[in-house]
């Protein structure tokens, strides 16, 4: 699995889980699936792994999408 934010992206302030057979984009804010599906397995562990390093993934969004910062 990969997390990825990527720049110049569109709103609402989202991440990408990656794996070998899904994707699917997450709000920051909620941790809320906004579009695509992943096994449940991957999904426990990408957000259980968003939940606890939040912070890091703001920063992210906030460093590659100077255009729409986040809290």
Same mark, same amino acid.
């Given at each position: 699995? *990969?997390? +990825? *934010?990527?720049?110049? $992206?569109?709103?609402?302030?989202?991440?990408?889980? &990656?794996?070998? $057979? !899904?994707?699917?984009? *997450?709000? %920051?804010? +909620?941790? !809320? *699936?906004?579009?695509?599906?992943?096994?449940?397995? %991957? !999904? =426990?562990? !990408? &957000?259980?792994?968003?939940?606890?390093? %939040? $912070? =890091?993934?703001?920063?992210?969004?906030n =460093?590659?999408?100077? =255009?729409?910062? %986040?809290?």
């Amino acid at each position: 699995m *990969v997390i +990825t *934010v990527y720049g110049n $992206d569109h709103l609402p302030p989202h991440f990408h889980v &990656l794996s070998p $057979d !899904a994707e699917a984009l *997450v709000e %920051i804010a +909620t941790l !809320a *699936v906004l579009a695509g599906s992943l096994p449940s397995r %991957i !999904a =426990r562990e !990408a &957000l259980a792994w968003a939940a606890a390093n %939040i $912070d =890091r993934i703001r920063a992210e969004w906030n =460093r590659i999408n100077p =255009r729409f910062p %986040i809290a």
